[in-house]
C-alpha cells in the first residue's frame, strides 16, 4: 500500500467516524447533525482529533464526543 492510499484511507476513516461523533452530539444536545457538525468542526476537541500527534483519534467515538461536551460547559 502506497503512503497515499494510507493517507485516502486514514481521511475516509476520520470522516466516517466523525459522522457518528455528530449524530451522538445532536442526540445528546437535542439539535440537528447540521448543527452540531458546525459546533464540533469549531471546537478544539475536533482541531485535537485532527492532529495525530494528541492521540485523540486513536480513542473511541463516545470519549471524544464526552471531550467534546466537557469543552463546551
Same mark, same amino acid.
Given at each position: 500500500?502506497? +503512503? ?10 476520520? @470522516?466516517?467516524? *466523525?459522522?457518528?461523533?455528530?449524530? =451522538? *452530539?445532536?442526540? +445528546? /444536545?437535542?439539535?440537528?447533525? @447540521?448543527?452540531? /457538525?458546525?459546533? !464540533? &468542526?469549531? @471546537? ?11 492521540? /485523540? &483519534? %486513536?480513542?473511541?467515538? /463516545? &470519549?471524544?464526543?464526552? =471531550? !467534546? %461536551?466537557?469543552? *463546551?460547559?
Amino acid at each position: 500500500m502506497t +503512503r497515499e492510499n494510507i493517507n485516502i484511507a486514514r481521511t475516509v476513516i476520520r @470522516s466516517a467516524r *466523525i459522522g457518528i461523533i455528530v449524530c =451522538e *452530539i445532536a442526540r +445528546r /444536545l437535542e439539535i440537528t447533525p @447540521s448543527e452540531a /457538525l458546525r459546533r !464540533f &468542526y469549531q @471546537s478544539a476537541t475536533c482541531r485535537n482529533f485532527h492532529d495525530r500527534s494528541t492521540g /485523540l &483519534y %486513536l480513542l473511541g467515538d /463516545l &470519549y471524544i464526543v464526552e =471531550e !467534546f %461536551l466537557a469543552e *463546551i460547559q
